[in-house]
């Protein structure tokens, strides 16, 4: 059996904001009746964390509910523990209508940390990120440039990112790219 290794293998880019990609981290993509309170409290259960609203990421540490559609939550935990932490679900879930899959070798995690770290999401996703419409434990699920992604807000200077394994490269010199272009002042 080979190691499992991360997308950019600790790829970092310093700076006035910095780019790091955050390693492996367990994410489980879990489909099914997101008002169903079994589905709800496993979740919680698994993860220590409130159950999200909708467009909302509640994540503490490695762990964490991302809502990603009426159907599906992201469950996020760390990595050795995807495999109990699915075990769970299909136990609590037995007999119900659901998908729980293991996607994290599938996806790549990037943190953006830094003062106008919003400025470097918003010159690349086509989202509303004014600091009104957008704060921390917001979600969204969009693009960045010409990939498909997934962002919220940690807190008030640092964005989590998911894409696609096969284009993290791309996303990371991206971001990489909007954050030395500096500040534009907008927010």
């Given at each position: 059996?080979?190691?499992?290794?991360?997308?950019?293998?600790?790829?970092?880019?310093?700076?006035?904001?910095?780019?790091?990609?955050?390693?492996?981290?367990?994410?489980?993509?879990?489909?099914?009746?997101?008002?169903?309170?079994?589905?709800?409290?496993?979740?919680?259960?698994?993860?220590?964390?409130?159950?999200?609203?909708?467009?909302?990421?509640?994540?503490?540490?490695?762990?964490?509910?991302?809502?990603?559609?009426?159907?599906?939550?992201?469950?996020?935990?760390?990595?050795?523990?995807?495999?109990?932490?699915?075990?769970?679900?299909?136990?609590?879930?037995?007999?119900?209508?659901?998908?729980?899959?293991?996607?994290?070798?599938?996806?790549?995690?990037?943190?953006?940390?830094?003062?106008?770290?919003?400025?470097?999401?918003?010159?690349?996703?086509?989202a509303d990120l004014h600091p009104d419409s957008f704060k921390p434990g917001d979600f969204r699920r969009t693009?960045?440039?010409?990939?498909?992604?997934?962002?919220?807000?940690?807190?008030?200077?640092?964005?989590?990112?998911?894409?696609?394994?096969?284009?993290?490269?791309?996303?990371?010199?991206?971001?990489?790219?909007?954050?030395?272009?500096?500040?534009?002042?907008?927010?």
């Amino acid at each position: 059996m080979s190691n499992a290794v991360s997308a950019l293998q600790g790829k970092l880019a310093p700076g006035e904001v910095t780019i790091r990609e955050a390693g492996l981290r367990g994410m489980i993509v879990l489909r099914g009746d997101l008002t169903d309170k079994k589905l709800r409290a496993v979740c919680s259960g698994v993860t220590g964390v409130d159950y999200p609203g909708q467009g909302q990421a509640n994540c503490v540490g490695e762990k964490g509910l991302c809502w990603m559609s009426p159907d599906e939550l992201l469950v996020l935990v760390p990595y050795a523990e995807v495999a109990e932490a699915i075990a769970l679900i299909d136990k609590a879930l037995k007999g119900t209508h659901y998908l729980a899959e293991n996607v994290s070798d599938a996806r790549a995690l990037i943190l953006v940390e830094g003062t106008y770290g919003r400025e470097v999401i918003a010159k690349l996703a086509p989202a509303d990120l004014h600091p009104d419409s957008f704060k921390p434990g917001d979600f969204r699920r969009t693009r960045l440039g010409q990939v498909a992604a997934a962002f919220w807000m940690r807190d008030e200077d640092t964005f989590e990112v998911i894409c696609f394994r096969s284009v993290a490269e791309y996303t990371f010199n991206l971001l990489a790219a909007s954050a030395k272009a500096g500040a534009v002042g907008h927010f």
